[in-house]
């Protein structure tokens, strides 16, 4: 089954050559056929090979160049239940946004299929490679679509600020990420993650890895939005096209954190791995963004801009997950990726519903207007307490597993900080989806700042595919929690994946892998604290949202006190995100210096 | 945020990364004692296994061929992405004014030749690329750099049809997804993917190498046609194709 | 026999490689800008070529020669373009 | 000279940010981008670097004559490629912006903030 890996990036790649030649050719109707089955087709290999990852690793040497005497020569696909998965819920996410892009774009639709084919392509790739420069590869290929997706709309300018704002602060992401390649293969004449991790095992670490690790992993965070390397997201993803949006939110954000665990566990465990201090900042960076961008999110009335703190919120959760550095974290946080996925793509799709419905997308411009759509109101309540992660809701036990690697670490302040985070999230989204679909609250609030621009999209949709996909996308987020035996499987795929020593002897001298344990087909339980947390996150989700609808009807010293306490914080939040590139890159190499100066001071001596 | 306080935001920082390149910097074993292995070794074998004499070709189009086949595609990715961004552009040059056209004879015929030869150098860098130093994208670039010169100097007709996507479209699809095929087609053959199928030929001839001629060529055609794409959509913005009619004046 | 005249040659090349970087970032008008990272490009080259590496120094050549001017005097021929049509409008 | 080619590379890198984050110009800034990827290109042939080296094409020498890295050529030759590829998306949405705004300073495009 070593043929599956290389499939799954040649198959939409080549279905992306092959559709801008014969564009000319073939029908419209029989292009979208095929851009849509390549896809697909791509999302069930990927089931496949899960399948078969669960009980061997499969690697897949390029050229046939085997590793000689443990020298690793070419560059490989190795492929565990956790990157099968991976695969398979980034090809699910954008099978939907195409099947959802049918009717919903038609300008220039031969240009846009072709680029999310090969988004899809180097997503997969990058999920599976085990080669340092080979990551970089894709990560570039991903970003240069995703850059001129993101500026699919040209006619307004606020896609063009957002492109350029993604793809400066991204291509110095990249910058950084090949210097770290450079000083890594200066140390250990080595591309392979199994090979360099291997080198790093023996010998001191010294300042040049301490450094390497910076930039490495800087490159990856900046991609995945997490602070204060995440100004860029909200700006990218309030002004693509929905289905461009489901697509960045849902996986492609999430990508910098599959780089961050891929290559902590193959590379840099060896040579930090007995103490605490790599994962303490990534822990400490994850709960810094859950709670800031919950703060951001429920200070938003675009909708777009709304789910982009969001998303912000939930990668941070993720990265305080694999900040852990324990297998419960990391499962958590893979099933997290799961369920917020889906979940993200389904909000993102309604707000797309919207958007065709009324022409615009503000929460307060839209105030009652979408009262009696039952079909998108369902889809975006269940999103959202999903979302929040109201027990076995969604990404709760994603949620509970990462509880319990904080607990059984002996930090019990973690769990309240990240509820607290995706209470802040789920309270905006709430908040909205009443005032939308309800009609409750008032029709206006200056704390929600000013509207933003926007211009209808084509109105020639087939509403009720559109309805369709995100449904089918929030029921199968909302289920992810109480699928049998998932929890088990994602805690099995986690313990190997942290599995260091194990990995690399399958990879580089190709020894056979031990025994599956058989896991049990039930739903996995959470403690007791998950369940108290996570039904306090609900409650306090719900009262935030009344708050924010029915703010003016508080007893007047309760609002005084809050507009003294809140104004100035409120103002400076803002000033911070001034969708200036400049101050971006001035953000960029400021957070880069701290987390190397850190870890400088932590790990060094 | 003020331009003061992004700026000391900045110094602050640009302060610390150099602070952290210069640790780094520490550690490096010094200029030109590098220990390898990984290059030392692909310079032993790939000459033996693959009789390709350009070790970075071979390096390129063989053992890191997955890492070619993403740069291949990057550049697709961008053709296709600029042209996407630069749509309504280019739909709003039409009320744009027209170009002077070069009319001086000596310009043209300067133009002309160095048309030629930039032809030629670029045919000559694809060819050789596994032997010498040269390859796909360097001759790619060339190639595709004389084509527009001769649209620079020379009548615009002379490059409409160049200009033609309906022309350039499939030789982009044969390129980029040429070296996918090659691909696959060794993985079909039960080996690996971009396996090197065909025969190795003599070092140092064109006939050598085996896949990586044939990737090479793959390259060729996708980097000329993405270049020629690229730098065309961004003249096309500036110059204005003459109308028929005034074209033969 | 090359090691005497070589390190001299490289760092030169280094030097004028790291004089050029602010040269190219300190011109800020894009026109004149174009023209010093041509320059620029060009100690690369000379660089990439003492540091045994023809294969790169082609490429950048290429790059710095046709890739970046083309592009970069298209667009600030665009801009500049559009500012003079205003201008005239104006008067 | 043992740790001068790193040093330039470092000094290529923070010139060129310094570049994009106070440029006024997005062709001003498309370029400083380039200049700062090529800091990665000099660090990458620097460390590749081997005294008495020869470029790794062997034609007319015998096998196992001491030469450079060939890996990190290749890679450079990839690095060349994505600036390409970048300058190009960046002054692509240059021109937009300037369609649609009449400035090409990116402190002035300020559409969406807060």
């Not at chain 1, 599976?128 to 080979?134: A, C, Q």
């Not at chain 1, 989700?541 to 703010?551: E, F, K, N, Q, S």
């Not at chain 1, 104004?567 to 190397?596: C, K, M, N, Q």
């Amino acid at each position: 089954m070593t043929w599956i890996p290389p499939l799954l990036v040649a198959i939409p790649l080549l279905t992306a050559a092959v559709t801008a030649g014969l564009d000319h050719v073939t029908p419209r109707r029989l292009q979208d056929a095929i851009v849509v089955a390549a896809s697909a087709a791509t999302t069930a290999l990927a089931f496949v090979l899960l399948w078969h990852a669960e009980s061997r690793e499969v690697v897949h040497w390029f050229g046939g160049w085997q590793p000689r005497h443990g020298v690793a020569l070419g560059i490989d696909f190795a492929v565990g239940p956790l990157a099968a998965g991976m695969c398979a819920v980034i090809g699910l996410v954008v099978t939907l946004a195409l099947v959802y892009s049918l009717t919903f774009l038609h300008e220039a639709a031969r240009l846009y299929d072709a680029l999310m084919l090969v988004a899809l392509g180097a997503m997969c790739g990058f999920a599976m490679s085990g080669d340092l420069f080979n990551l970089f590869v894709w990560l570039e290929l991903m970003a240069v679509a995703a850059y001129a997706l993101t500026g699919f709309q040209v006619e307004r300018l606020g896609p063009v600020q957002g492109a350029v704002n993604f793809a400066i602060t991204n291509s110095l992401g990249g910058y950084l990420f090949a210097i770290g390649i450079a000083l890594i293969y200066a140390r250990t004449g080595s591309l392979n993650l199994a090979q360099i991790g291997d080198t790093l095992s023996h010998g001191p670490a010294g300042g040049l890895v301490i450094v390497a690790m910076t930039l490495l992993f800087c490159g990856f965070l900046i991609k995945g939005a997490i602070v204060p390397f995440h100004l860029w997201a909200a700006d990218a993803y309030a002004v693509a096209p929905a289905p461009v949006c489901a697509v960045l939110g849902g996986v492609m954000t999430d990508i910098g954190l599959i780089g961050v665990s891929r290559l902590y566990w193959t590379v840099f465990d060896a040579p930090f791995g007995h103490g605490h201090a790599v994962g303490d900042v990534l822990l400490w960076l994850g709960m810094v963004t859950a709670v800031l961008a919950g703060t951001m999110a429920f200070l938003q009335r675009h909708l777009k801009r709304m789910l982009a703190y969001s998303v912000v919120c939930h990668i941070g959760i993720m990265l305080a997950g694999i900040g852990l550095l324990d297998s419960s974290g990391l499962a958590g946080a893979e099933l997290m990726f799961l369920a917020h996925a889906l979940l993200t793509a389904g909000l993102f799709f309604v707000a797309g519903i919207l958007h065709s419905d009324h022409g615009l997308i503000d929460e307060l411009h839209l105030h009652g207007r979408a009262r009696g759509c039952w079909a998108p109101a369902a889809a975006w309540f269940a999103a959202t307490i999903g979302l929040i992660g109201a027990p076995y809701v969604g990404i709760y036990l994603g949620h509970g597993l990462i509880d319990e690697g904080a607990t059984e670490l002996g930090r019990p302040w973690v769990l309240a900080l990240l509820w607290l985070g995706s209470a802040l999230a789920g309270a905006a989204l709430l908040r909205a989806g009443a005032r939308i679909f309800l009609g409750w609250g008032e029709a206006d609030d200056p704390l929600l700042g000013q509207a933003l621009e926007e211009d209808p999209l084509e109105r020639d949709v087939l509403r009720p595919l559109l309805v369709a996909v995100a449904l089918a996308a929030v029921v199968l987020g909302v289920a992810i929690s109480v699928v049998p035996g998932l929890g088990q499987r994602a805690e099995y795929a986690a313990d190997r994946f942290q599995d260091r020593s194990g990995y690399a002897a399958r990879v580089l001298r190709g020894h056979p892998f031990p025994a599956t344990p058989s896991l049990p087909v039930t739903i996995r339980h959470t403690s007791v604290e998950s369940l108290l947390y996570s039904g306090g996150a609900t409650v306090l989700a719900c009262a935030l949202a009344l708050v924010g609808l029915y703010r003016r009807r508080l007893p007047r010293f309760v609002t005084v006190a809050a507009r003294r306490t809140l104004a100035l914080p409120i103002h400076v939040l803002r000033e911070v995100h001034s969708g200036v590139v400049g101050d971006y890159v001035a953000w960029v190499t400021v957070g880069t210096a701290f987390v190397g100066g850190v870890w400088a001071l932590l790990l060094h001596g | 945020m003020s331009r003061q306080v992004r700026l000391l935001l900045l110094g602050s920082g640009l302060l610390g990364l150099g602070a952290l390149f210069a640790w780094a910097i520490a550690g490096l074993p010094a200029f030109g004692d590098y220990q390898g292995p990984y290059g030392f070794v692909l310079n032993r074998i790939v000459l033996p296994l693959r009789h390709t004499t350009n070790v970075v070709m071979g390096t390129n189009f063989d053992v890191r061929g997955l890492d070619t086949m993403g740069e291949e595609f990057i550049l697709y990715a961008s053709v296709v992405g600029v042209t996407l961004l630069l749509r309504d552009e280019t739909r709003t040059r039409l009320a744009e004014r027209r170009t002077r056209r070069f009319r001086d004879d000596t310009v043209r015929l300067v133009g002309v030749a160095m048309v030629g030869a930039g032809l030629l150098i670029g045919l000559w860098l694809m060819a050789f690329g596994y032997i010498t130093p040269g390859g796909g994208f360097q001759g790619g670039v060339v190639t595709a750099g004389a084509i527009v010169l001769l649209y620079l100097v020379g009548n615009h007709r002379d490059y409409r049809p160049f200009r033609n996507e309906h022309l350039l479209d499939p030789f982009e699809a044969v390129g980029a997804g040429g070296y996918v095929i090659v691909g696959l087609a060794a993985l079909a053959s039960g080996t690996a993917f971009l396996a090197n199928l065909f025969g190795l030929g003599t070092p140092g001839m064109l006939r050598s190498s085996g896949s990586i001629a044939i990737l090479n060529w793959a390259s060729a055609i996708a980097v000329t046609v993405a270049m020629l794409l690229l730098f065309a959509e961004f003249l096309e913005t500036y110059v204005v194709p003459l109308e028929p009619e005034d074209a033969g004046s | 026999m090359v090691l005497a005249t070589l390190v001299p040659l490289q760092a030169v090349a280094f030097g004028l490689v790291a004089l050029g970087a602010p040269l190219v970032v300190l011109t800020r008008d894009p026109l004149r800008q174009a023209l010093v990272n041509g320059i620029y490009g060009v100690s690369l080259v000379c660089l990439f070529v003492v540091l045994e590496a023809p294969d790169p120094a082609l490429s950048m050549l290429a790059v710095s020669g046709i890739g970046y001017p083309l592009v970069i005097l298209a667009a600030v021929a665009r801009v500049r373009g559009h500012e003079r049509t205003e201008e005239d409008e104006e008067q | 000279m043992s740790y001068l080619p790193f040093a330039v590379a470092a000094w290529i890198c923070l010139v060129g940010i310094a570049g994009i984050a106070t440029s006024r110009n997005l062709i001003h800034l498309a370029i400083c981008l380039t200049v700062t990827q090529s800091s990665s290109y000099v660090l990458l042939l620097s460390v590749g670097y081997v005294k008495h080296g020869k470029a790794p094409i062997f034609i007319g020498t015998k096998l196992g004559t001491t030469a450079v890295d060939p890996v990190v050529q290749a890679l450079t030759l990839t690095d060349i490629v994505v600036s390409v590829v970048v300058i190009a998306l960046i002054l692509a949405l240059a021109l937009d912006a300037h369609r649609l705004s009449g400035t090409v300073d990116p402190d002035q495009i300020t559409d969406i903030a807060g």
